[in-house]
């Protein structure tokens, strides 16, 4: 489960130009504005993620006006979004650590997201049906999910001076498709979608005739791709019908995430679109500032694209991760 609550140091405090009140706390990758004076450098506190829904709490009241929420799917509380104040980009909420007796005892970088009652924001994957659900994933095949950078900035070090490539972050719905021991599979992030050809989760079998495909291939293997089109999010791309752009494949008997030159040859083999590629190269050198511009831009259809994926060309899944695009994030509803 991702840790969207951690006790957290502050790096840095700067300070927000013509305002007597409020100034910006650095947190890892991220920027929270606060209130001036509530925090020091080096000081520790609880950080709230992007996407964290907080429960009903007087110690959140303050954020009834702007952030107050109610959902058949997530409940009532507060939901916590990337915002501006006073010009500047504020990115969570960062709370100081005396307001939480309850983490007495509490350490640098623990998950407290449990302790305090906080769960993921939800929206529902589509707006229209996507099948029959008929249990989890099985075989104990893992959802995707990519981390975000501003929480994992050891992963700049850990990838620079290796191969990497970077990929357009779809805006779409996690759609995976397996062959394991001769079954055959689709998945929605979390839930096992029963054989149905109308069924959403199933178009990329049905559309490229993985079936016959899958038994070609003979071995067994896990697909995953993000399945975009009408219906699906805010469908960025205004694509009039579903389409499947993969990004992982996993050769499922060792385990490993093929590298990305593999991907391409399987996905060629069978005829399958992949995610757009926006750059590769032999020796990563970029900062989060890079990558934040970088993230910036627009799908073909004009409107602002999600972000970018950055990764390990060879070993794709030992570093991973996330680049938002801030544009996108500042003009989210909801």
Same mark, same amino acid.
């Given at each position: 489960?991702?840790?969207? /609550? ?12 013509? *305002?007597? #009140? ?8 991220? %920027? ?19 996407? *964290? #829904? $907080? ?24 939901? @916590? ?6 010009? %500047? ?76 490539? @970077? ?34 989760? &199933? ?12 038994? +070609?291939?003979?071995?067994?293997? /896990? ?20 389409? &499947?752009? /993969? ?29 757009? =590629? ?9 900062? $989060?500032?890079?990558? =934040? ?9 004009? $409107? ?10 060879? #070993?794709?899944?030992?570093? *991973? #991760? ?8 500042? +003009?989210?509803?909801?």
């Amino acid at each position: 489960m991702r840790a969207l /609550v951690t006790i957290q140091r502050v790096k840095a405090i700067t300070v927000i130009p013509d *305002s007597d #009140f409020l100034e910006t706390a650095h947190i890892m990758g991220w %920027q929270c504005v606060v209130k001036k004076g509530e925090f020091k450098e080096g000081e520790l506190g609880v950080y709230f993620e992007v996407d *964290s #829904f $907080l429960p009903l709490d007087p110690r959140y009241e303050f954020l009834r006006a702007s952030s107050y929420r109610e959902s058949p799917y997530n409940g009532l509380g507060f939901r @916590i979004r990337t915002v501006k104040m006073r010009g %500047q980009l504020s990115q969570g909420l960062f709370l100081s650590l005396s307001m939480f007796p309850e983490l007495a005892g509490f350490s640098e970088g623990d998950d407290v997201t449990e302790k305090l009652n906080v769960k993921k924001w939800y929206i529902p994957e589509t707006a229209n049906a996507g099948g029959t659900i008929i249990g989890g994933r099985p075989y104990g095949i893992p959802p995707s999910d990519e981390i975000r950078i501003q929480s994992a900035m050891e992963l700049l070090d850990a990838l620079r001076g290796k191969p990497y490539y @970077i990929t357009t972050k779809m805006d779409g719905a996690s759609g995976t498709a397996y062959y394991i021991d001769g079954k055959i599979g689709c998945c929605s992030r979390n839930k096992e979608i029963k054989d149905e050809a109308d069924a959403l989760y &199933w178009t990329p079998v049905y559309r490229y005739g993985l079936k016959e495909k899958f038994a +070609k291939y003979g071995k067994n293997i /896990v697909i995953i791709g993000e399945i975009c089109g009408p219906g699906i999010q805010k469908n960025r791309l205004r694509l009039p019908a579903p389409e &499947w752009y /993969v990004f992982d494949i996993q050769d499922w008997d060792s385990g490993v995430y093929v590298p990305y030159d593999r991907l391409l040859e399987i996905c060629a083999s069978m005829g399958l679109p992949v995610v757009p =590629l926006e750059e590769r190269g032999d020796s990563f050198a970029y900062t $989060l500032e890079d990558l =934040l511009e970088k993230a910036k831009g627009k799908y073909p259809s004009g $409107l602002d694209k999600e972000g970018i994926v950055v990764r390990d060309a060879l #070993f794709p899944k030992s570093v *991973s #991760f996330k680049v938002l695009n801030n544009d996108a994030l500042l +003009k989210e509803k909801g």
